[in-house]
């Protein structure tokens, strides 16, 4: 009998040519595609590139822009702003955004102050009651998010004028001058010289919170969690991460931040007043937009948000210099928002 073994068909294998095609054409890049490349892996990239042609370009423009005396001012002006802006990025990396940022400040602002001058507590116990109000706020506005599901826009806008009002109602409209103010509440104000730039205590503090906030996003397990719950809260709670204990821990953080911003402000000018700072949230916003923080969370740096602060410092200075009106001033930040959140989302269609 005889047997015969049948081997199955197998299709033809494709040709080794079509393949290298093939991957030829989905690997291929283009100049624009690896600059989108580089920008969606460094954030600050950006902002580095447009502060630097910034400077070039109004130091060009006019000779005091570079004088030691008018960096200085720069610098001064940004210690608030860019405090004000650490909080506002926590809050956008989750997805978020918070209105109510410089209303929460000049209340605890004029806590601080007042608490001090006019019911005579001791400086420090006055700076541990505006960090009471911030934690307060912060905490308010977190339960608000993760209790309810509001969103964070319309919560922090309903919010923004509740702390208005409080503190209108808490100072009766009052401002408290420095000099009535212990010496510890003023001291963010002093100056000391370094390379001919004055700088302030407050810009010191500033700095060291970016440091402090940069290494705690970086390299720890609630950074990563911050990150993960901006990119996809829903993917973040399948991980077994605590989405509403993150998001509310992110809202006191910024409260404690921005009551060190109300101690950096009162330095600043020397003052605290119920009218000073109220619109400080929309630098803020301006600030971290701008630094290359995506407002749809999940991507962007501290240090990005400072380079934007310097970018909306450097632009106004530079612009007053030029002697453009105020207007026009803030015509150029709103062009610069528009171009900023532009950029971010061709960034975002990078392919993975």
Not at 149 to 167: D, E, Y
Request: charged share 10%; no cysteine.
């Amino acid at each position: 009998m005889e047997f015969t073994v049948s081997h199955p068909k197998t299709e033809p294998a494709p040709a080794t040519g079509a393949l290298d095609l093939a991957e030829e054409f989905l690997d291929r890049t283009t100049p624009l595609t690896r600059i989108r490349g580089a920008l969606h892996r460094y954030p600050a990239l950006s902002p580095a590139i447009v502060l630097v042609l910034s400077v070039i370009v109004f130091g060009f423009l006019n000779d005091r822009f570079l004088n030691p005396a008018n960096l200085s001012l720069i610098t001064q002006q940004v210690a608030v702003v860019g405090t004000l802006a650490i909080a506002q990025t926590l809050i956008i990396l989750t997805a978020g955004i918070d209105l109510s940022i410089g209303a929460v400040m000049v209340l605890s602002s004029m806590v601080i102050a007042q608490s001090t001058v006019q019911a005579g507590v001791p400086a420090v116990i006055g700076l541990l009651l505006g960090l009471i109000v911030g934690l307060a706020a912060g905490a308010f506005n977190g339960w608000l998010v993760t209790r309810f599901k509001l969103p964070p826009f319309i919560v922090t806008l309903g919010t923004l004028n509740v702390f208005v009002a409080l503190t209108l109602l808490y100072s009766s409209g009052a401002t408290v001058r420095g000099n009535d103010m212990p010496a510890l509440l003023t001291w963010t104000g002093e100056t000391f010289n370094i390379g001919g730039v004055n700088f302030t205590v407050g810009v010191v503090m500033m700095l060291v919170l970016y440091v402090a906030i940069s290494f705690i996003l970086s390299k720890t397990a609630w950074g990563r969690h911050v990150y993960a719950v901006g990119d996809d809260k829903e993917s973040a709670r399948l991980a077994g991460i605590r989405v509403n204990r993150v998001l509310m821990s992110v809202y006191l953080a910024a409260g404690a931040i921005l009551a060190v911003g109300a101690w950096i402000q009162i330095g600043r000018t020397n003052a605290a007043s119920p009218n000073a700072g109220v619109d400080l949230n929309l630098d803020s916003i301006t600030a971290v937009v701008i630094g290359g923080t995506s407002l749809f969370g999940g991507r962007g740096t501290v240090w990005g948000t400072l380079l934007g602060a310097l970018i909306v410092g450097v632009f106004r200075n530079g612009l007053s210099l030029a002697g453009l009106d105020v207007l026009w001033q803030t015509f150029a930040v709103g062009v610069l928002i528009i171009v900023a959140v532009a950029v971010d989302q061709w960034i975002r269609k990078v392919r993975k």
